[in-house]
């Protein structure tokens, strides 16, 4: 059994309400529910039905709100994706973070290349 300091917590271990997590995320709790209802976040319940998300639940939602935003996948395809990192045991979503920042990183410096500093 793994002794863990009080000074780091548990990451898996659901403290947050849906309110308090959908404020932290930034988004609506609504969202939160349509997204334990396609199976992308898996929230705790306590003995009175309330919903309570964890830190790792919350990166989860993180991820799914960029994969939905910026990369303009759909939530069947983030199931997929999740699927498959589960699958393969592999990190494929922070691969496809990196490659997407590098690229963003080359077209930034692209433009920077293509416009001269000093023209005006």
């Known amino acids: 059994m793994a002794f863990r300091r009080p000074d780091q917590p548990d990451p898996s271990r659901p403290v947050y309400v849906i309110s308090v997590a959908a404020g932290i995320v930034s988004v609506h709790p609504r969202t939160l529910r349509i997204y334990e209802e396609e199976g992308l976040v898996c929230p705790a319940r ?3 039905n309330i919903r309570l998300y964890s830190e790792k639940d ?11 935003q910026n990369l303009g996948v ?3 395809g983030v199931r997929i994706l999740f699927e498959l990192e589960n699958r393969l045991g592999t990190r494929i ?4 973070y990196d490659e997407g920042a590098a690229e ?9 290349e293509a ?6």
């Open 74 to 76: 759909n939530l069947a």
């Open 93 to 96: 979503l922070e691969r496809l």
């Open 115 to 120: 416009s001269p500093a000093g023209a005006t």
């Open 104 to 112: 963003d990183a080359r077209a930034e410096r692209d433009a920077s």
């Open 46 to 48: 306590t003995p009175t």
């Open 58 to 68: 919350l990166r989860r939602v993180l991820w799914i709100r960029h994969l939905t």
